[in-house]
């Protein structure tokens, strides 16, 4: 591993692959903060009646946001998947759904203050650079290493073993939306249509309830945020003996919204650490869900316990209304 990160290499390509690196992160943070750009923006609705088939309370959460952003009496969709995914899935207005997915797709590709084209194109200049300096022909190369593939040519080997199966998955599923579209249009129910990319989740759940008489809109009203977040302790416990005592409110954040719990042993009282719920989204953060670990367990020179966080971009309640999320929100929840 160390001479793959170059401790073979002479003081003079040290130098260069130390600069390399440094470049590369600063790289790294502005795109970052170029597609974090993009997703402070938002697609505001004037129109109530084009939000026909969203939720009442995700509706009341995006009147919230619009008059946060001064804009009373309308509705705003913020340019993140937490806000996009709903639309995409639920709205019957088919000319919402496009907008809201091609701003989405379009994120850092707008040819504004946020295009990363450039920043990738020196990214991929820069790892090309890096590879051949460290004695590999490709960054591929490079990042197969000291994998289990071991080179891009396995690695491709393995994607094109399942390519056809999933290429063939995905049109026996556009061809089953298609029948539903075409379906609705012969009843007077909709235009004809061929489907694109933002009719995909929609008529997914209409595929759902056609195939198998699930509605995921009668299934979310049970997945409220803070008990599934209870029942996600309570499995750690069965598991892992693992107890959390909330102490929000006695120790730092860095947003007001993020609760703090003790992790204990359940059967020692033994303090464990300290997780994060970072559960709701905000301008800065990055779209997506993901767990990190501010410090590591350690007993090496004195007991050192767990820092870590479980963060997730859910669109919160209206005030006074609980927080729902999604069957796949649920599941991301605990997988984090």
Request: hydrophobic share 40%; aromatic share 8%; net charge neutral.
């Amino acid at each position: 591993e160390m001479v793959r990160d170059g401790a073979n290499l002479s003081p003079e390509n040290k130098a260069k692959l130390v600069a390399m690196n440094a470049k590369l992160e600063g790289l790294f943070s502005a795109f970052s903060s170029k597609l974090l750009g993009d997703e402070k923006l938002y697609t505001f609705v004037t129109d109530k009646a084009e939000l026909a088939g969203l939720e009442p309370g995700f509706v009341a959460s995006l009147a919230a946001a619009a008059e946060a952003n001064g804009k009373p009496g309308q509705w705003a969709i913020k340019n993140t998947r937490s806000s996009a995914q709903p639309v995409l899935q639920n709205a019957t207005n088919r000319a919402l759904r496009e907008k809201v997915w091609k701003a989405f797709v379009s994120r850092g590709d707008n040819g504004n203050a946020n295009d990363t084209n450039a920043t990738i194109a020196d990214i991929l200049k820069l790892r090309q650079q890096r590879a051949e300096l460290l004695g590999f022909p490709t960054h591929a190369n490079y990042r197969m290493a000291d994998t289990m593939a071991k080179t891009p040519e396995n690695a491709m080997g393995l994607m094109m073993k399942v390519w056809p199966a999933a290429v063939a998955r995905a049109k026996e599923e556009v061809a089953d939306m298609q029948a539903i579209a075409d379906a609705d249009a012969k009843a007077g129910k909709g235009v004809k249509l061929t489907i694109e990319p933002w009719d995909y989740r929609f008529y997914s759940e209409k595929v759902r309830k056609a195939k198998y008489d699930l509605d995921e809109s009668e299934v979310k009203p049970y997945l409220q945020l803070d008990k599934l977040t209870q029942a996600m302790f309570w499995s750690a416990g069965q598991l892992y003996d693992l107890g959390f005592r909330e102490n929000t409110g006695t120790v730092p954040v860095f947003d007001p919204k993020v609760k703090t719990f003790e992790v204990y042993n359940l059967k020692t009282n033994e303090n464990v650490g300290l997780i994060y719920l970072d559960n709701f989204a905000r301008d800065g953060k990055r779209s997506g869900a993901w767990m990190t670990t501010y410090r590591s367990q350690q007993t090496l020179g004195g007991e050192r316990n767990v820092l870590a966080s479980n963060n997730n971009n859910f669109t919160e309640g209206a005030k006074g209304e609980p927080t729902l999320i999604s069957l796949d929100d649920a599941t991301t929840l605990f997988h984090e």
